[in-house]
């Protein structure tokens, strides 16, 4: 499976930015996680194909992960954005049965004014 990410960018604080990431084939579950510059990748958001999604604390209510089975799409949209958001975005897909992993490649997002 080959993840591709896109919609990243420069934002001032308080704005809003969506993300996109299109999986090569249909997949169980897909996500986001994020890094910032000198920190771990940690989870963001997930979705599984039969809707059920799963948030970090830090980003309840901000963000909001949505995904399109038909078109093997996942989205993360990202409102009220902080300078803390900045981080590199990766797309993430896991297989149900054999939970294998995939990866996109990042998808910069920079919240400043």
């Known amino acids: 499976v080959q993840l591709q990410a896109s919609g990243g960018g420069l934002v001032q604080p308080g704005g809003s930015l969506r993300l996109s990431c299109v999986a090569s084939?249909?997949?169980?579950?897909m996500g986001w996680y994020r890094q910032a510059p000198g920190k771990q990748r940690d989870l963001v958001a997930a979705i599984t194909s039969g809707g059920s999604t799963n948030y970090a604390d830090s980003v309840k209510g901000r963000f909001t992960i949505s995904r399109d089975n038909a078109k093997n799409t996942v989205y993360l949209q990202i409102d009220s954005l902080k300078p803390e958001d900045t981080a590199v975005y990766y797309c993430h897909a896991r297989t149900k049965l054999r939970g294998y992993n995939y990866w996109g490649q990042g998808a910069k997002v920079t919240v400043s004014s």
């Open positions: 084939g249909s997949i169980f579950l």
